[in-house]
């Protein structure tokens, strides 16, 4: 597995078992061709300009809203994105083709 994928999930595993913020959060992790991180909060800028900017090898940006998390990593031929969802979401998409009511 290469380095993009098995960090994105690490990094996932960790904004997951954190995401009892109740302000959304943004976070970029920018990984230097040197191993140097350097982390941005809240910048708004594009991944692709920041990690271009740094001269990140790996970038990785962190979306936390509530309970719901998304990670994004890119490197230069490669992406993954990898999302959660809020428990009401997963049951609204788990019961949608359950019968609301039972005629007899």
């Given at each position: ?17 954190a995401a009892t913020a109740q302000a959304?959060?943004?976070?970029a992790i920018l990984i230097g061709h ?71």
């Amino acid at each position: 597995m290469s380095d993009l994928f098995s960090n994105a999930g690490r990094i996932f595993e960790t904004a997951t078992a954190a995401a009892t913020a109740q302000a959304p959060s943004e976070l970029a992790i920018l990984i230097g061709h040197d191993g140097a991180i350097h982390l941005v909060a809240d910048s708004g800028r594009p991944l692709d300009s920041l990690a271009s900017h740094h001269g990140a090898r790996l970038s990785y940006r962190v979306l936390r809203n509530g309970d719901r998390v998304r990670v994004e990593g890119r490197s230069f031929n490669q992406s993954c994105l990898l999302e959660s969802e809020t428990s009401a979401a997963f049951a609204r998409r788990l019961l949608a083709d359950q019968p609301r009511y039972r005629l007899e």
